[in-house]
């Protein structure tokens, strides 16, 4: 098959198993990181959790789910504006403050891409 081709593909392996278990041990490592004010290892993990997601970020940007519609800021764009605003501050409070917006959009993007939470109605039966 050719690179860029439009055809549907199918995963021959299934990485979200690690990929769900990579990102818990990265969250667990933000929350401890926060609790004990490791303010330079919360922003390296937050970054790792990037990593983790980006690619997620561009396929929702590519199918049109943007992160704002109204002001038209794609989910890449506004990691790179939460990013931006880190080297922007300087008071430790501010800083701890500016990551944890980012680590809500970081997980607010992993909902959003079907790599975290799975939501259902209380009225549905839960029986696949």
């Known amino acids: 098959m050719e690179e860029g081709s439009n055809s549907e593909q199918t995963a021959k392996y299934n990485e979200g198993y690690f990929q769900t278990q990579r990102m818990h041990e990265i969250w667990?490592?933000?929350?401890?990181?926060?609790?004990?004010?490791?303010?330079k290892n919360l922003k390296w993990e937050l970054f790792n959790a990037w990593m983790e997601l980006s690619t997620a970020a561009q396929k929702l940007?590519?199918?049109?789910?943007?992160?704002?519609?109204?002001?038209?800021i794609s989910w890449c764009?506004?990691?790179?504006?939460?990013?931006?605003?880190?080297?922007?501050i300087k008071s430790r409070e501010e800083i701890f403050n500016k990551l944890f917006e980012l680590q809500l959009f970081l997980?607010?993007?992993?909902?959003?891409?079907?790599?975290g939470t799975k939501w259902v109605d209380a009225d549905e039966d839960d029986i696949e």
């Open 107 to 115: 997980r607010l993007l992993q909902d959003k891409s079907g790599k």
């Open 61 to 72: 940007d590519e199918q049109g789910k943007i992160y704002d519609k109204d002001k038209k």
């Open 28 to 39: 667990l490592k933000c929350n401890r990181n926060q609790v004990n004010g490791e303010i």
């Open 77 to 88: 764009k506004k990691f790179e504006e939460l990013k931006d605003g880190l080297t922007k």
